[in-house]
């Protein structure tokens, strides 16, 4: 059956049927550092509309190392390492990074830079989408699944 977006790897893959309740380019030092990258593409679904094949071939870390009992955890395939999610344990969001997570980024755009430090050092994005130190204003956290 054919999803509207869909990723993973080999072993276990993630689909959703439902639009992403948020699109950014994330510049905050948590992406940086699990990542590698100087910024990240990040979306985010609904914890409901973001479905896993088999949720038990999932290894589970905290993703941010400097808050362990944070709520997000990466989730990792058990079989070949690759990332497949972050997972929310309140039930809030499940999260890609498409091009990390089996995704094709260019039917899940950024719409707005995320988490933009202008003490930073870094030159503010001048790509014409709005710069904002956290989350875009308006974004509503979903009421746990």
């Given at each position: 059956?054919?999803?509207?977006?869909?990723?993973?790897?080999?072993?276990?893959?993630?689909?959703?049927?439902?639009?992403?309740?948020?699109?950014?380019?994330?510049?905050?030092?948590?992406?940086?550092?699990?990542?590698?990258?100087d910024?990240?593409?990040?979306?985010?679904?609904?914890?409901?509309?973001?479905?896993?094949?088999?949720?038990?071939?999932?290894?589970?870390?905290?993703?941010?190392?400097?808050?362990?009992?944070?709520?997000?955890?990466?989730?990792?395939?058990?079989?070949?390492?690759?990332?497949?999610?972050?997972?929310?344990?309140?039930?809030?969001?499940?999260?890609?990074?498409?091009?990390?997570?089996?995704?094709?980024?260019d039917?899940?755009?950024?719409t707005?830079?995320?988490?933009?430090?202008?003490?930073?050092?870094?030159?503010?994005?001048?790509?014409?989408?709005?710069?904002?130190?956290?989350?875009?204003?308006?974004?509503?956290?979903?009421?746990?699944?």
């Amino acid at each position: 059956m054919s999803h509207k977006y869909s990723g993973g790897c080999d072993h276990i893959h993630t689909h959703s049927n439902n639009d992403p309740i948020d699109n950014h380019t994330c510049h905050c030092s948590v992406c940086k550092g699990v990542t590698g990258q100087d910024t990240t593409h990040v979306v985010f679904f609904k914890h409901s509309d973001l479905a896993v094949d088999d949720i038990s071939k999932l290894n589970r870390q905290p993703f941010n190392a400097n808050n362990p009992n944070g709520p997000l955890e990466l989730c990792t395939c058990a079989e070949c390492g690759t990332p497949i999610m972050l997972d929310d344990k309140e039930s809030r969001i499940r999260v890609i990074v498409p091009n990390l997570m089996g995704y094709n980024a260019d039917d899940l755009p950024a719409t707005y830079h995320a988490f933009f430090d202008p003490a930073s050092g870094v030159a503010k994005p001048n790509d014409g989408r709005p710069v904002f130190e956290g989350l875009r204003p308006e974004f509503v956290w979903p009421t746990p699944a």
